[in-house]
């Protein structure tokens, strides 16, 4: 790199991302041997390594989505820059376990002591090594490098005067910066790095209506937040409380309102199924969403994905034809359909190894017909399907044939005449869904749905950097396919269906039904909800238990104020929900400063229709990404990591994946870490 001359930089955001960034600069610059100086500011409010979302004191009962053999903040990528220091969270785990840091609590102690590595630890954990990390990290600088961090908020970033002559300076010497810090401080340096990662965002109309009318009936409104941020100890206990959204954040609040509570979930004798005694300090949890179920649970395996599915036609060297071809591929029409094969294989290939009897003829004589059916180009566009369709119809039994679009929705379709018919039905969903998680590579189900998620890992490359079309990104990708594959393949850990199970099975937790609609009764003085495919006497839809006296009745109120005759109640309503991500709603000084001023803009993206729609994120060039500002220019000197990124990459908000994670390496597993390094090397290379 040549670097002769001093540089200073800043890193706004002090997490994971921010991390990275500060680990790629560092080994960058002992990697370049410079004569020069490199100074960095490290701001962000909460503690550097850990950030807002990981810190090591939260309550150890939220857990991470991932697997210890997972995630990493290190790169293993040979290509780039050997790490000064650091490893995966998996190799700190069996450290921790053999020599475990002097400053480990008590509690982090025995957390490792009986954590492996395909368990899901807790964030806290994951907290903690990302502080050791750190410390380890700093420890190790290179010659001419100091650090310094910042517990404060960046509350502006506005051009500064310029280094030097401006007329004489090189094309690539940047317009300085000043960052002015809500405590007064003013930091100019060369550069700026946005990590902002996860945001508070303003709430939507609908929740600010929620919330002022919260304030003028003496209701209680919990709008969306990080969960280890929200004080659970004001939800009154023994009354109904009215929860929003069943998807991760949903496990999270159950967590804090039962365990968190001092109830204890214990294994019925001679059985594994989960039976639940409670504390008595729990609330009665009234759970909706709009498919009137949790998110499906995650199937038990060695590695993150099966290792029995093996894709066969949407693989990045299929992806890879595209490009190559001067093609940029629809999502509907050109990407679905390689994954829908995929999914479709997965399943009757494992159903005819593991249930033959479900096959009417030879299962090898089926898979034979099946894979001619899938082959692309065998048949024309769109008549694949029917095809398809046909050879497994005379092949398998109705019952066992696959409905890939009705996993998604398991109620769908079905009316329910009492709010007890509806429990029933979600306890054996839950139950089945835990069963077959317990199968793993033996499930038809769960490999289907593998097949998606090795799927998802080829579409995030396949799609980056506007590599699909606008309308099929707006459309296909975030329009439908999100929201399906997320409620397949991001489900939680098996035991938390488990847990569900046991907590409806003891009246702790009731349900609303699919496609709830939400309202305020002015006469009862409660939140109310109610689905459309659920009747019955409002009676059954509060009576939790023998503790749930206070709830008889309330339902029969919101009835008469609201004419939703089988409608639920309540003067306690959570969002279990995370804030939105679109920075054009992000309740960041920074950002409504950065947007406000014209440093950056939201993306655009075209419909069908040829209408102009705004996106969840910055509007980007790369690489390394740089933001556009107002008038379409890029402002150098400003790099953007991690989930603002979210309208130019798909799925921003999980961690990098280890390289030692059992299975397939894909080339998104690591693409953070990739792009952290690519900002490193260009602020160093200015």
């Given at each position: 790199?040549?670097?002769?001359r001093?540089?200073?930089?800043a890193?706004i955001g002090?997490?994971p991302?921010g991390?990275?960034v500060?680990?790629?600069?560092?080994?960058?610059w002992a990697?370049?041997g410079p004569?020069?100086t490199?100074?960095?500011?490290?701001?962000?409010?909460?503690p550097a390594?850990?950030?807002?979302v990981w810190?090591p004191g939260?309550?150890?009962l939220y857990?991470?989505?991932?697997?210890s053999f997972?995630?990493?903040?290190?790169p293993?990528?040979?290509?780039l820059?050997e790490?000064?220091a650091?490893?995966?969270?998996?190799?700190w785990?069996a450290l921790?376990?053999?020599?475990p840091?002097?400053?480990l609590?008590?509690a982090e102690?025995?957390e490792v002591?009986g954590?492996g590595?395909?368990?899901f630890?807790?964030?806290a954990?994951?907290?903690?090594y990302?502080?050791?990390t750190l410390?380890?990290l700093l420890t190790?600088l290179?010659?001419?490098?100091?650090?310094?961090?910042?517990?404060?908020?960046?509350?502006?970033?506005?051009?500064g005067a310029?280094p030097?002559?401006?007329a004489a300076?090189p094309?690539?010497?940047?317009?300085?910066f000043d960052v002015?810090?809500?405590?007064?401080?003013?930091l100019?340096?060369?550069?700026?790095?946005?990590?902002?990662g996860?945001?508070?965002a303003?709430?939507?109309a609908?929740q600010?209506?929620?919330?002022?009318?919260?304030k003028e009936?003496?209701?209680l409104?919990?709008?969306?937040?990080?969960?280890?941020?929200?004080?659970?100890?004001?939800?009154p206990a023994?009354q109904?409380v009215?929860?929003?959204?069943?998807?991760?954040?949903?496990f999270?609040?159950?967590?804090q309102?039962?365990?968190?509570r001092?109830?204890?979930?214990?294994?019925?004798e001679?059985?594994?199924?989960?039976t639940y005694?409670?504390?008595?300090?729990e609330?009665h949890?009234?759970a909706?969403?709009?498919r009137g179920t949790p998110y499906?649970a995650?199937?038990?395996?060695?590695g993150?994905?099966?290792g029995?599915v093996?894709l066969?036609?949407c693989t990045e060297a299929a992806?890879a034809k595209?490009?190559?071809?001067g093609?940029?591929?629809?999502f509907d029409?050109d990407l679905?359909?390689?994954?829908h094969?995929?999914?479709?294989w997965?399943?009757?290939?494992?159903?005819a190894r593991?249930q033959p009897?479900?096959?009417?003829?030879?299962p090898a004589?089926?898979?034979?017909a099946?894979?001619?059916s899938?082959?692309p180009?065998?048949?024309?566009?769109?008549?694949?399907?029917?095809t398809?369709?046909?050879?497994?119809a005379v092949?398998?039994?109705e019952?066992?044939?696959?409905?890939?679009?009705?996993l998604?929705a398991?109620?769908?379709?079905r009316?329910?005449?009492s709010?007890?018919?509806?429990?029933?039905?979600?306890?054996?969903?839950?139950?089945?869904?835990?069963r077959?998680s317990a199968?793993g590579?033996?499930?038809?189900v769960?490999?289907?749905?593998?097949a998606?998620?090795?799927?998802r890992?080829?579409l995030k490359?396949?799609?980056?950097?506007?590599?699909?079309?606008d309308?099929?990104?707006?459309?296909?990708?975030?329009?439908?396919f999100?929201?399906f594959v997320e409620?397949?393949a991001?489900g939680?850990?098996a035991?938390r269906?488990?847990?569900?199970?046991a907590?409806?099975r003891?009246g702790?937790?009731?349900f609303?039904?699919?496609d709830?609609?939400?309202?305020v009764?002015?006469l009862?003085?409660a939140?109310?909800?109610?689905?459309?495919?659920?009747?019955g006497g409002?009676?059954?839809s509060?009576?939790?238990?023998?503790e749930?006296?206070?709830?008889a009745?309330v339902?029969?109120?919101?009835?008469?104020?609201?004419?939703?005759?089988?409608?639920v109640?309540?003067?306690?309503?959570?969002?279990a929900?995370?804030?939105?991500?679109?920075?054009?709603v992000?309740?960041s000084p920074?950002?409504?400063q950065l947007l406000?001023e014209?440093?950056v803009?939201?993306?655009l993206?075209m419909?069908?229709?040829?209408?102009?729609v705004?996106?969840?994120g910055l509007?980007?060039?790369p690489?390394?990404?740089?933001?556009?500002?107002?008038?379409?220019s890029v402002?150098?000197?400003?790099?953007?990591l991690?989930?603002q990124?979210?309208?130019t990459q798909w799925?921003?908000?999980i961690a990098a994946?280890?390289?030692?994670?059992?299975?397939p390496?894909?080339?998104s597993?690591?693409?953070?870490?990739?792009?952290?390094?690519?900002?490193?090397?260009?602020i160093?290379?200015r």
């Amino acid at each position: 790199m040549g670097i002769s001359r001093s540089i200073r930089t800043a890193v706004i955001g002090a997490g994971p991302r921010g991390t990275s960034v500060l680990e790629r600069l560092l080994a960058n610059w002992a990697a370049a041997g410079p004569a020069g100086t490199l100074h960095i500011d490290v701001i962000d409010p909460y503690p550097a390594g850990p950030g807002h979302v990981w810190q090591p004191g939260q309550s150890r009962l939220y857990l991470m989505n991932t697997q210890s053999f997972y995630p990493t903040v290190v790169p293993e990528d040979r290509e780039l820059a050997e790490p000064l220091a650091g490893r995966t969270f998996d190799q700190w785990r069996a450290l921790q376990q053999h020599q475990p840091e002097p400053t480990l609590t008590e509690a982090e102690r025995a957390e490792v002591a009986g954590l492996g590595p395909a368990d899901f630890p807790s964030r806290a954990l994951y907290g903690r090594y990302l502080r050791s990390t750190l410390e380890e990290l700093l420890t190790r600088l290179p010659d001419g490098v100091t650090v310094d961090f910042h517990p404060a908020t960046a509350t502006s970033v506005r051009h500064g005067a310029e280094p030097g002559d401006p007329a004489a300076a090189p094309a690539r010497t940047p317009v300085r910066f000043d960052v002015v810090l809500d405590d007064g401080t003013v930091l100019t340096v060369d550069s700026v790095v946005l990590a902002l990662g996860h945001l508070a965002a303003q709430l939507n109309a609908e929740q600010r209506e929620l919330l002022a009318a919260a304030k003028e009936l003496g209701l209680l409104y919990m709008p969306p937040a990080a969960p280890a941020d929200v004080d659970w100890s004001v939800v009154p206990a023994g009354q109904p409380v009215l929860v929003r959204g069943m998807g991760l954040n949903f496990f999270d609040v159950m967590g804090q309102l039962t365990e968190g509570r001092g109830g204890r979930f214990l294994t019925a004798e001679g059985t594994s199924e989960l039976t639940y005694q409670p504390s008595g300090r729990e609330p009665h949890i009234i759970a909706a969403s709009r498919r009137g179920t949790p998110y499906r649970a995650k199937a038990t395996l060695t590695g993150y994905y099966p290792g029995a599915v093996q894709l066969r036609y949407c693989t990045e060297a299929a992806i890879a034809k595209f490009a190559d071809s001067g093609i940029r591929p629809s999502f509907d029409y050109d990407l679905w359909p390689l994954l829908h094969r995929d999914a479709i294989w997965a399943y009757y290939s494992t159903l005819a190894r593991s249930q033959p009897g479900a096959i009417l003829t030879d299962p090898a004589e089926f898979l034979r017909a099946l894979e001619e059916s899938l082959r692309p180009h065998a048949h024309s566009a769109g008549k694949w399907e029917h095809t398809t369709e046909s050879v497994i119809a005379v092949h398998v039994r109705e019952a066992q044939r696959l409905d890939l679009l009705g996993l998604a929705a398991p109620l769908a379709g079905r009316s329910f005449g009492s709010r007890a018919e509806l429990d029933a039905a979600v306890v054996n969903y839950l139950l089945d869904d835990a069963r077959r998680s317990a199968l793993g590579e033996d499930d038809p189900v769960k490999m289907a749905i593998g097949a998606l998620h090795h799927g998802r890992a080829v579409l995030k490359t396949a799609v980056a950097d506007s590599g699909i079309t606008d309308e099929s990104w707006v459309a296909g990708l975030r329009g439908w396919f999100e929201s399906f594959v997320e409620g397949l393949a991001s489900g939680p850990p098996a035991l938390r269906a488990a847990q569900l199970a046991a907590l409806a099975r003891a009246g702790v937790v009731r349900f609303v039904g699919p496609d709830p609609k939400f309202g305020v009764d002015l006469l009862a003085r409660a939140f109310t909800a109610a689905s459309p495919w659920v009747g019955g006497g409002t009676d059954e839809s509060v009576d939790g238990g023998p503790e749930a006296a206070g709830m008889a009745g309330v339902g029969a109120d919101a009835a008469a104020g609201s004419a939703l005759a089988a409608g639920v109640s309540a003067t306690t309503m959570i969002e279990a929900l995370a804030p939105a991500n679109r920075v054009a709603v992000n309740a960041s000084p920074l950002l409504e400063q950065l947007l406000a001023e014209g440093l950056v803009r939201p993306r655009l993206m075209m419909t069908a229709e040829g209408i102009p729609v705004q996106t969840s994120g910055l509007d980007v060039v790369p690489h390394p990404y740089r933001p556009l500002g107002a008038n379409g220019s890029v402002t150098e000197g400003l790099y953007v990591l991690g989930l603002q990124l979210s309208a130019t990459q798909w799925g921003t908000a999980i961690a990098a994946e280890a390289k030692q994670n059992p299975g397939p390496v894909y080339r998104s597993g690591q693409r953070t870490l990739r792009d952290a390094d690519e900002i490193a090397r260009d602020i160093l290379d200015r």
